[in-house]
């Protein structure tokens, strides 16, 4: 095992995105700073397994970005404290799903993988969206 990264924080949530040519985690160490803002990091992944050009992707304000999924578009959904926010693959916001709890993890489901699924802190919620979440290659 090699150590790929290790100037976070506290990493939390990571996904590749859907082609697998970049690794995004997210940095959200509570203990810092409770009020954020909280980042998710994005990270070339070389043909040799390694990653290079850290940069910060999105700032999640407020609340943590600890889940997150792609959409079969790019786009980043990601939890945060006033539920699910939605990103572009540039980064720019695109909408959120407000929830009365904070958000904390999410997946895209069922027969056409348009239902999403978000655990909050009491509850798992269910919400059919306009687009499929992406397919691994």
């Not at 999924?69 to 990601?78: A, E, H, M, T, V």
């Not at 699924?117 to 059919?128: E, K």
């Amino acid at each position: 095992m090699a150590v790929a990264a290790d100037d976070f924080i506290k990493p939390n949530g990571l996904a590749f995105s859907t082609i697998e040519t970049h690794l995004f985690i997210a940095d959200s160490d509570l203990s810092h700073d409770p009020d954020g803002p909280y980042h998710i990091r994005v990270f070339d992944v070389t043909g040799s397994n390694n990653l290079k050009r850290c940069e910060v992707f999105v700032e999640v304000s407020p609340g943590v970005p600890e889940g997150f999924r792609f959409d079969d578009r790019g786009n980043l959904w990601s939890s945060a404290q006033d539920g699910v926010r939605v990103f572009d693959p540039d980064g720019n916001p695109l909408g959120r799903i407000r929830m009365p709890q904070m958000a904390a993890n999410l997946t895209f489901g069922g027969p056409r993988r348009n239902r999403l699924f978000i655990a909050s802190t009491q509850t798992l919620c269910a919400v059919c969206v306009g687009i499929s979440g992406a397919q691994r290659p």
